[in-house]
């Protein structure tokens, strides 16, 4: 009983507090307990600190390796002489020019419109993440041709919403062209938070800051010719449904179309889309066929060359990266303004989307046959069955409304338009630049 008693004695009387004991024993007990008992605080306190240096270090991580969290990237911007040179890059040098924030700059369309928009006088900022979804390499040469023809690029996130207040801030731009996205249909399987990154969230917040600015820019974006998914109703019109896409790529761009009429009819945002199909020329994608095909073909590897279900025929509606310039200009020029002000609707404004393509679907294995003509080399085929991961069978555009209110007639055929890709493609890799991807 008593034993019963001084282990009880032993229990504190308060949380926290415990009786000391006078046995000696006990006592040097509980002196190296509460020895040790700090020696694991105090380590795991260390520890805990060292992780949490690990973590947090710049140096550890210095750049995302998963493209949805690129945005964490920081970048320098700011100051007066970087303002200089966004005010002189956006300064329009023409008569009735307009100026222009392009998004995506350093991206094959966005390079080409925006050279194309200063040769003709428009005031042109870029802007661009530069992210490392294919060789980033390619964006800086871009971008440096720009820097040649007087167009600055800043190099930033469209998420980043103070940067893209500030860029208004200091140009009144009459115009967006938007065309930053994470692009590509089979990558969506892979890493589907940059399309949402990208696609979504940036749209949005581009939008966002749009409807703010003092006078509202009209905005013309890139959509695509894949929110068509697995309509079989050809060719592809404007009036068909796009509620059925094949990847998360065409979801995010048909979830752009819809996010775009909601801006419009809320803040009188004047906003076009534009649904580019198959677009390939100089300076284009490494990720894309005809891209990679020249690449392996001249490396002597083999190519996949996908077939659908009973030998089914897959093919494109390949269309020159001028013709899609010419289009894009059309749209801008044709773009109305933007009724609202100070974030509010004054009235209805413009709101339309046209395809961009070039009426005339080639098949896939009539392109590498194309190419192995202009690289003087035979290909090696592997025909495979179309995999389930984002391509459809073929596209097809119905260009009559683009021609009837932008203007717009294609005028490069795919031989001509390819034998233009070579040239630059054999001019480009040749001279120790090593060979995309
Ligand atoms: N090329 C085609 O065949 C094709 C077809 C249909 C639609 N499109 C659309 O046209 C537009 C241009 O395509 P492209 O072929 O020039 O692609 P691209 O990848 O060469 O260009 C897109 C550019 O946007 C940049 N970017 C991506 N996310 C960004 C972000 N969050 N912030 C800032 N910059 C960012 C990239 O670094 C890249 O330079 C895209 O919207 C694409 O979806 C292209």
């Keep these: 009983m008593s034993k019963q008693m001084s282990h009880l004695d032993n229990i504190p009387s308060t949380p926290g507090k415990f009786k000391m004991d006078k046995s000696p024993y006990i006592h040097n007990w509980l002196r190296w307990h509460s020895s040790l008992a700090k020696l ?44 200089k040179r966004v005010r002189s890059s956006a300064r329009i040098r023409s008569r009735n020019g307009i100026s222009v924030l392009v998004t995506g700059a350093a991206g094959f369309v966005g390079t080409h419109v925006s050279a194309t928009l200063k040769r003709r006088g ?12 294919y060789d980033p390499s390619l964006k800086r040469a871009r971008q440096a041709l720009l ?13 980043d919403s103070a940067l893209l207040r500030k860029l ?40 966002e800051v749009c409807k703010s600015a003092n006078p509202q820019p009209a905005i013309v974006w890139a959509s695509s010719s894949s929110v068509y998914g697995l309509n079989t109703k050809v060719p592809f019109s404007e009036r068909d449904r796009t509620d059925q896409p094949a990847s998360l790529y065409a979801a995010t761009k048909k979830a752009g179309e819809e996010i775009a009429h909601t801006y419009n009819h809320i803040y009188g945002l004047s906003l076009t889309g534009l649904r580019f199909f198959t677009v390939y020329g100089p300076w284009g994608r490494p990720d894309m066929a005809y891209f990679f095909f020249t690449r392996d073909i001249l490396k002597g590897k083999s190519i996949s060359i996908f077939e659908a279900a009973n030998q089914g025929t897959v093919a494109r509606d390949f269309t020159y990266i001028d013709d899609i310039v010419k289009g894009c200009l059309a749209a ?5 303004k933007s009724t609202g002000s100070g974030g509010k609707k004054k009235g209805p404004a413009q709101l339309r989307v ?12 009539d392109l590498v046959s194309i190419l192995e003509r202009l690289l003087k080399v035979n290909a090696k085929r592997n025909i495979m069955k179309l995999p389930r991961n984002g391509d459809v069978r073929f596209t097809h555009a119905n260009i009559s409304l683009a021609q009837r209110e932008l203007g717009y007639k294609p005028s490069t055929d795919l031989q001509t338009g390819l034998k233009k890709f070579v040239r630059w493609y054999l001019s480009y890799y040749s001279g120790g630049k090593k060979a995309a991807g």
Excluded: C, K
């Design 354 to 365: 046209f395809n961009l393509g070039s009426t005339s679907p080639v098949p896939v294995s």
């Design 40 to 83: 694991t605080f105090w380590s795991f306190m260390f520890l805990g600190l060292i992780l949490i240096f690990f973590f947090r270090s710049p140096s550890s991580n210095p750049l995302p390796q998963d493209p949805s969290r690129r945005s964490l990237r920081t970048y320098n911007w700011g100051g007066p002489a970087w303002e």
């Design 147 to 159: 820097e040649r023809s007087g167009v600055f690029i800043v190099e930033g996130d469209i998420n």
């Design 122 to 133: 428009d005031g042109v900022l870029g802007l661009d993440n530069f992210n490392d979804y």
């Design 168 to 207: 208004f801030e200091v140009v009144a731009f009459t115009h967006v062209m938007h065309l930053a996205a994470q692009a590509g249909v089979r990558y969506a399987m892979e890493n589907p938070g940059s399309y949402v990154h990208s696609n979504i969230a940036g749209f949005v917040n581009l939008l």
């Design 332 to 336: 801008l020029d044709t773009a109305e």
